[in-house]
């Protein structure tokens, strides 16, 4: 099932990715996709030349993948809560909109650079830097933490982790990543990056003509090691 808001949070960060590294950059190369879901984001680099595997803790999403494919990949079920080693080193891994869902996330962080020495990383954040982390029950939703707990964290504390790995990060806090778009009737999502800590109250969820208005806070790292 993809959510409504979905298109156009998935186009603004294939274009951010895009813009990065250029399409001539993808022939050829190796791509590891982590928590992939339905495999968009793999699929379109596909299509520009890049050898992608796809990984996710469900079996119904590589199945849906599996469905779609045109080229020859490799599909992987991998729970991103555990220890995980490929035994293959990728050109890029892709890390988006899954951290947040992973109880043992810095754990995952640091298996996921042990796969490349480039990953792009993308993921809710707590906004106030002075919250620490905490831990709380999953949602049960199909999208959501898969036999763990849902983790909030900081920007602050996520850029502490990767220093601590050996990794270096260009955080991009641009307004063409942000994406507002309907979750379902009355409730709308919006996906913000270019908050502050000064500011991010402007976002807060707010209820207007009966219309529910929840804002994800997000960042999106280029992280290089």
Same mark, same amino acid.
């Given at each position: 099932?993809?959510?409504? &808001?979905? $298109? ?14 250029? $399409? ?8 590891? @996709? ?9 699929? &379109? ?8 595997? &796809?990984?996710?803790?469900? &079996? ?15 599909? =992987? ?54 919250? @620490? $982390? ?8 199909? !999208?959501?933490? !898969? ?7 900081? @920007?602050?504390?996520? @850029? ?24 379902? $009737?009355?409730? =709308?999502?919006?996906?913000? !990056? ?5 500011? !991010? ?22 992280? =290089?090691?």
């Amino acid at each position: 099932m993809q959510l409504p &808001f979905y $298109d156009d949070w998935f186009q603004s960060r294939l274009n951010k990715t895009r813009n990065i590294l250029g $399409d001539d950059w993808f022939l050829g190369k190796t791509i590891l @996709e982590l928590g992939a879901a339905h495999g968009d984001f793999g699929m &379109f680099f596909t299509k520009l030349g890049s050898q992608v595997t &796809f990984c996710d803790a469900r &079996f119904e999403h590589l199945e849906s993948i599996q469905q779609k494919l045109q080229v020859a990949s490799k599909l =992987i079920q991998l729970d991103q809560n555990t220890v995980y080693d490929l035994g293959q080193q990728f050109d890029l891994v892709l890390h988006f909109g899954v951290l947040y869902h992973v109880e043992n996330w810095r754990q995952d962080l640091a298996c996921a650079l042990n796969h490349s020495n480039l990953m792009l990383l993308e993921t809710v954040v707590h906004p106030d830097n002075t919250v @620490e $982390d905490y831990w709380e029950p999953g949602g049960g939703y199909h !999208y959501d933490e !898969y036999n763990c707990l849902h983790p909030t964290f900081t @920007e602050a504390s996520v @850029e502490k982790t990767l220093t601590e790995l050996g990794a270096k990060f260009i955080r991009f806090d641009n307004a063409d990543l942000n994406t507002t778009g309907w979750l379902h $009737d009355n409730v =709308i999502i919006q996906n913000v !990056y270019n908050w502050t800590s000064d500011n !991010y109250l402007l976002y807060q969820p707010t209820v207007k003509n009966d219309i529910e208005y929840r804002t994800h806070y997000r960042r999106f790292w280029l992280v =290089i090691r």
